[in-house]
């Protein structure tokens, strides 16, 4: 019996570069614009309910926090995903170590089983699609900073795994292209695929603007992760 393992997914690098250059720098733009405007706006002019405005949850003292605690959650849902369809398949999945590295077996003999072994495959990449969807569809009040985590793990995930993870042995793609019709460049498009659509609709969004970007009090936009002291006026 072969007892097909899923290793953890290691580092997610892949999302901060695109997200940082697809994000609307624009919108930091436009709300400089209508703060020199302003003194010749009525009120409705100068604010709109209805307009997005992603500043107070980029500039929220805790915003990388959440935005990793995010990111890590997305993780964990892959990998529930991978041990729930297990156990809904009727297997027993087991945690070890495969050389060095933390390993999901799926309890499915991937011989006798492919299909079971596809979905078992499959349904970690499949959580986070879906839960990125049900963001980005499911009306709420859009662009805190534990969604934006969420949104890049899904993201990161399916890039990871379409480029650096796709050749592995034991990787989701790789079992996702021995067990079904589909090859590993076809596996990875259609993942890789979602991911790229789900960060154009990220990039429109304005509740989601400054992803990955932060505007400075100076008017200038700082890009990336920053370690800041707690006290900063600019935080609070």
């Known amino acids: ?59 929220s003292r805790h915003y990388w926090r959440n935005l990793a605690t995010g990111f890590a959650a997305s993780i964990l849902a892959h990998e529930a995903g991978h041990v729930g369809m297990s156990y809904a398949l009727g297997a027993h999945p087991t945690f070890g170590f495969l050389d060095g590295k933390p390993t999901v077996y799926s309890g499915i003999d991937a011989t ?9 495959s499959s349904a970690g990449l499949d ?17 805190g900073a534990f969604e934006r985590g969420i949104l890049a793990g899904g993201i990161a995930t399916a ?37 790229t659509i789900q960060t154009i609709r990220i990039a429109h969004d304005g509740h989601y603007a400054n992803f990955f970007l932060r505007p400075s009090s100076n008017g200038a936009i700082n890009v990336g992760v920053a370690l800041l002291p707690d006290d ?4 609070k």
Not at 181 to 190: D, N, P, Q, V
């Open 159 to 195: 890039y990871f795994y379409a480029t650096f993870g796709r050749n592995a042995p034991n990787s989701d793609i790789t079992y996702m292209a021995s067990t079904s019709s589909l090859s590993r460049t076809t596996a990875s498009l259609i993942y890789a695929g979602l991911a």
């Open 232 to 235: 900063r006026s600019q935080e």
């Open 112 to 120: 006798r089983d492919p299909h079971k072994q596809f979905l078992f």
């Open 1 to 59: 019996m072969i007892l097909a393992p899923k290793r953890l997914s290691g580092i997610f690098v892949s999302v901060v570069l695109v997200l940082a250059s697809a994000a609307p720098v624009s919108a930091q733009t436009m709300r400089e614009s209508s703060f020199t405007l302003a003194p010749h706006c009525t009120l409705s002019c100068q604010s709109s309910p209805l307009a997005p405005d992603s500043t107070n949850h980029t500039t």
């Open 127 to 143: 959580v986070q699609a879906i839960m990125d969807e049900a963001i980005l569809d499911i009306p709420h009040q859009r662009g």
